[in-house]
């Protein structure tokens, strides 16, 4: 009777599992996730699923596959699921407010568990949010740019100023910096930083990028200042670009950069020995640093489109003359020259077609022309 009523559970378990809406992690999208939270009723995948055992007040899990769910437990999440309990825990999310995916680092993803299900950030409307009011001020640790140090300094955002300043004494009158926040970037860069709560801040200045690596001990601190700058660039913009839709300005606040690593690249005359650099491309500009850290790019180069004469290709000329280390080489073709690089492994070569494909494929926006402008007037 019992190993019936057993069967039973599971038949019924692999039932609401199946359902579409739970084909896929209620917290970052991965799909087919194999636990669940039984007192949230949400299906999770299995990084997910360490996170919400970090809040066992709030959330218990269990392996869909290895644990035994009782009939009480199968029915919850029969009635629950992860459409529903969407709709309760993010029914008013900002829409600056990043979600992660399962492609997120940590901290991301963590403090994104804990806004929804311990903080209850987004159940009602109106919420005053700690990233919400237009202006943020507070301690970050950041990198010197010449010793490598870490040190505090205030750092202020304000969406009244339309900028972001930081100030390397308290009481200082006068910032180091003051940054205007249409040209600001940021984006998680744990591994780089060589702190979990590692975040990137670049910037343009007189149409050059510029570095500023900065932590904060508390992961839900770091990330507050993460949505705060995308909420003061979303209104920023929002007043820039009065016809846009809410979603095209927020495909323009912070991203990822699309590619990171180290390749070796040679000069314009193709026969100089090739030199190893780290490179970040960053959509359109693809920037070269002597080390990951450094505050400044040592050269940029302009990745434009198809229909403009940019391409990349497989390999090296035949006539480049340079002595490289790294064999798998690759081309960016640009009306006016060409660049050569090689990287370490075909996987890394491979990696890098793929991305600056995937950029020469997307046709070029008005602000992007102008920016080409600026780099064939630079050269």
């Not at 809040?55 to 009939?71: E, F």
């Not at 010197?144 to 300043?165: A, I, M, T, Y």
């Not at 600001?184 to 007189?206: C, E, H, M, S, W």
């Not at 510029?210 to 200042?225: A, L, Q, T």
Request: hydrophobic share 35%; glycine share 6%.
């Amino acid at each position: 009777m019992m190993a019936g009523g057993h069967e039973r559970s599971m038949k019924a378990l692999r039932e609401v599992w199946r359902r579409a809406e739970n084909s896929s992690c209620a917290d970052c999208g991965k799909p087919d996730p194999d636990w669940a939270s039984s007192t949230l009723g949400v299906f999770i995948c299995l990084s997910c699923s360490g996170i919400h055992r970090n809040i066992p007040s709030i959330s218990k899990v269990k392996s869909l596959k290895m644990d035994h769910w009782d009939d009480a437990q199968v029915q919850f999440l029969a009635k629950h699921g992860n459409a529903v309990t969407k709709a309760t825990y993010e029914a008013h999310i900002p829409i600056y407010y990043y979600q992660p995916t399962y492609n997120d680092c940590q901290v991301l993803r963590e403090q994104w568990i804990r806004a929804k299900y311990e903080r209850k950030e987004f159940t009602e409307p109106g919420k005053q949010l700690p990233y919400s009011d237009g202006v943020k001020e507070g301690i970050l640790w950041k990198r010197g740019r010449d010793n490598g140090q870490f040190l505090p300094r205030k750092f202020v955002l304000s969406e009244r100023e339309g900028c972001l300043k930081y100030f390397t004494k308290q009481d200082a009158k006068e910032p180091k910096l003051n940054v205007k926040i249409d040209v600001i970037n940021a984006t998680f860069q744990p591994v780089k930083i060589g702190n979990p709560n590692g975040l990137q801040i670049t910037y343009l200045k007189d149409n050059k990028t510029r570095n500023i690596f900065v932590y904060h001990e508390s992961g839900k601190e770091v990330v507050d200042w993460f949505n705060a700058i995308r909420s003061v660039q979303f209104h920023y913009l929002k007043v820039a670009f009065p016809i846009a839709s809410d979603n095209e300005i927020k495909n323009r606040l912070t991203r990822n950069f699309l590619k990171e690593g180290y390749m070796e690249k040679t000069g314009p005359k193709q026969r100089e020995a090739f030199k190893k650099r780290w490179f970040t491309l960053d959509h359109r500009r693809l920037m070269y640093f002597k080390d990951p850290l450094d505050a400044f790019a040592k050269g940029e180069v302009f990745v434009g489109s198809k229909e403009n004469g940019y391409s990349v290709q497989k390999g090296l000329p035949s006539g480049a003359q340079g002595n490289f280390s790294w064999h798998y080489g690759l081309t960016i073709v640009t009306p006016d020259r060409e660049y050569l690089f090689t990287c370490e492994t075909e996987t890394d070569q491979l990696d890098w077609i793929a991305a600056f494909t995937s950029v020469i494929n997307q046709a070029m926006t008005p602000q992007e022309y102008a920016i080409e402008a600026y780099f064939k007037f630079k050269s």
